[in-house]
Nanobody
Framework: QVQLVESGGGLVQAGGSLRLSCAAS????????MGWHRQTPGKQREPVAT???????IYLDSVKGRFTISRDNAKNTVYLQMNSLKPEDTAVYYC??????????WGQGTQVTVSS
């Protein structure tokens, strides 16, 4: 598995932007998918954006056109650019990396708060 360190969360007004970063270390060559999930109290963690080793991206419907996931293989880092943020985007965002179906690793989470 791998170790993941997230950064970039914070407080922003509605309509603003944030960029989350997730740096991977360890057995990075076995990663075939990386992504971001989010979770709010009392709700299940939901996938927000995913990127495969081949560059294919998948987004949660509610973030399409606003969020962009990207990957810098040289830096072993995945990013989530979040634009036009809404209060309902408020959540703890978790980075994950996986070698599907063998294993999944998770970051510690970073809080994103969007004020109205």
């Amino acid at each position: 598995q791998v170790q993941l360190v997230e950064s970039g969360g914070g407080l922003v007004q509605a309509g603003g932007s944030l960029r989350l970063s997730c740096a991977a270390s360890g057995n990075i060559f076995s990663i075939n998918i990386m992504g971001w999930h989010r979770q709010t109290p009392g709700k299940q963690r939901e996938p927000v954006a995913t990127i495969t080793s081949g560059g294919k991206t998948i987004y949660l419907d509610s973030v399409k056109g606003r969020f962009t996931i990207s990957r810098d293989n040289a830096k072993n880092t995945v990013y989530l650019q979040m634009n036009s943020l809404k209060p309902e985007d408020t959540a703890v965002y978790y980075c994950n990396a996986a070698n599907v179906p063998a294993w999944t690793s998770w970051g510690q989470g970073t809080q994103v708060t969007v004020s109205s």
